[in-house]
């Protein structure tokens, strides 16, 4: 079982930046695949970003440029820096871990709010 406790939500107003980081309780070298996905209300839950065990990342086309995700394997954490958010970044933000076991965990969701 893998526990994962987001935090660094908040309300930004546009333009703004946030780091949202995700505390996985076992070594992030036990994890294939992990990632930020976010949830806004009355959408299906979509991928934000990801990125494997050997570093390769992978971005949706709405937030390139502007996201970036990171790890820190001493810390076992990743990272979401978001810059020059926008409104429609507004959403509830959910890490996920894929373990090389297969088995997939996710978050309890940390709440973003870009609004002036």
């Known amino acids: 079982q893998v526990q994962l406790v987001e935090s660094g939500g908040g309300l930004v107003q546009p333009g703004g930046s946030l780091r949202l980081s995700c505390a996985a309780s076992q070594s992030i070298f036990n994890m294939y695949n992990m990632g930020w996905y976010r949830q806004a209300p009355g959408k299906p839950r979509e991928l934000v970003a990801t990125i494997t065990s050997g570093g390769t990342t992978n971005y949706a086309d709405s937030v390139k440029g502007r996201f970036t995700i990171s790890t820190d394997s001493a810390k076992n954490t990743v990272s979401l820096q978001m810059n020059t958010l926008k409104p429609e970044d507004t959403a509830v933000y959910y890490c996920?871990?894929?373990?090389?076991?297969?088995?997939?965990?996710w978050g309890q969701g940390t709440q973003v709010t870009v609004s002036s």
């Open positions: 996920n871990a894929v373990h090389f076991n297969r088995l997939i965990y």
